[in-house]
């Protein structure tokens, strides 16, 4: 069974629009070997290994990645480079630490996203894309079972910033989500998120500086941050470094900041 077929039988949730499962990666390393292989039996799909690896990475975080596995995707990358835009781009956001690159881009998969972003025939702009990954915070905070997830108070203030944020860019909807478009780039969307960790708000963080990075400032996007736990926003706010956004959160209060001190700061640059 090839990698999209895994996938196609365990993922059949039409809600959870960009929730991969991490339940089906177990096929990850027969699928890289069937890269690796001059002559597979059948045809290989860059989407379907994508999938796979993202599935991975969700259950055990990027930083955990074992050396052979990278060393792996690494050969792929260096045997197919230039037969799928979407693979390249993605591999490179998964390999980044591997190269040595901890730059905000690859954290962010910004190159993925310009890709989607480019596709005509997918019909997005800035603002929409931005929509669909506020939405995308959205679903996760309202399906996640981790155990890891914020009081109920503080994941209906995520949510409820969010919405906001959805609403004020396709106000034609209503209360309805977008989704993403049915194409090709559609799909790849879904593998936008590769976190570090296994950290629950690790997810909403990269979809919002995504957000930022792609439509600039947002207050919306600030409250939305600013929903983090102390001990979280020691972790993952020197991701803002550099960026507006930074700017905007230090209006959060000093009393937030002083708070996440006494936490132990994670690996969190790509």
Known sequence: MDG???IRRADTDPIEATVVRPEIDSGLEHEIGRWSDPQPRSAVDGLG??????????????????AALLAGLADVRRRHHGRD?????FLDSVLARHHDDFGHRGYLSLPLLELILADPDSGLDEARLAALLMADVVRHEGLSRSDERPDELTRGRRIRHAARFVAHREPALGSTLPTAPGTLAGDWLRLTVLPVSVAHDEYFVIRALQAHALFGPAEVLVRVVSTLRAADFAVFGPLTRGAELELAMDRLGADRRGDARA???GDAAA
């Open 85 to 89: 835009a979407y693979l390249d781009a």
């Open 49 to 66: 290994l994508a999938w796979l690896v993202t599935a991975r990475i969700r259950r055990v975080g990027r930083h955990h990645l074992d």
């Open 4 to 6: 999209m077929q895994m």
């Open 263 to 265: 936490a132990r700061p």
